[in-house]
């Protein structure tokens, strides 16, 4: 009998502890370790200096770092926002011209489809009216990486902050432009909010990607 209170005893002062770990920030000690969103992320940025550079070798590499990674949700509207295999495909096709070599190339990335893919991503596509801001609910696992992604169509500017339950704001680095990631370790499982805000003057669509 006293072997079950004493137990009781430390649950309970266990479970304050919780409690009061849980009224403080979400962020734990760890380090994010890079998976399924930082490599769209990456193809993203690798995508988008192929076509200022028309080259079909980084187009057909952003789409083969793009095909390497499972992603489920909601598909990207026209136009394509996000990482978006065929799109990525065709461009490089149009790069590459007659030069059969790159076109065997990409055909063997389009064969290939989804191969040796690493952790998932979970896509949702959105419109971002003018001035409004949408905000979007996410759970997160407590001691593992936490990854949130978002591109942009580039036709206004998009802010996105990132807060715990208890509204502490998680630190991002800041991004310029339309494409926004920022990977974190929860201290426990808990949900977070996403807020994506328009601050210009016309509609945008993006997409927002998550692990």
């Known amino acids: 009998m006293r072997l079950l209170f004493a137990i009781g005893v430390v649950g309970l002062v266990a479970g ?12 734990g000690a760890g ?12 193809a993203q940025r690798l ?4 076509v200022v550079q028309k080259d079909a070798v980084l187009a057909v590499a952003a789409a083969r770092l793009v ?13 394509a926002i996000g990482p978006d295999l065929g799109a990525m ?8 011209g007659d030069d059969e070599g790159m ?5 063997g990335v389009a064969a290939a489809g989804a191969w040796g893919q690493i952790s998932g991503a979970v896509r949702q596509a959105a419109l971002a009216e003018a001035g409004a801001a949408a905000v979007f609910t996410q759970p ?4 593992a990486t936490a990854e949130v992604g978002l591109w942009g169509d580039g036709l206004a500017p998009l802010a996105v902050d990132i807060t715990d339950e208890n509204g502490n704001v998680v630190p991002c680095p800041v991004r310029a432009g339309a ?10 499982n808990g949900n977070f909010t996403v807020t994506v805000t328009n601050a210009g003057t016309a509609t945008a669509q993006y997409a927002l990607i998550t692990n």
């Open 31 to 42: 380090v994010a370790v890079p998976k399924g969103v930082a490599q769209l992320d990456m």
């Open 47 to 50: 995508f988008a200096l192929a």
């Open 103 to 107: 076109l065997g190339v990409i055909d």
């Open 67 to 79: 095909a390497g990674v499972q992603i489920s949700g909601a598909q990207t509207p026209e136009p």
């Open 179 to 188: 494409a926004f990631y920022c990977a974190f370790v929860p201290l426990w």
């Open 89 to 96: 495909l065709d461009t490089a096709r149009g790069f590459a």
């Open 16 to 27: 304050g502890a919780v409690a009061q770990d849980r009224a403080g920030v979400n962020l």
């Open 140 to 143: 997160f696992f407590g001691d």
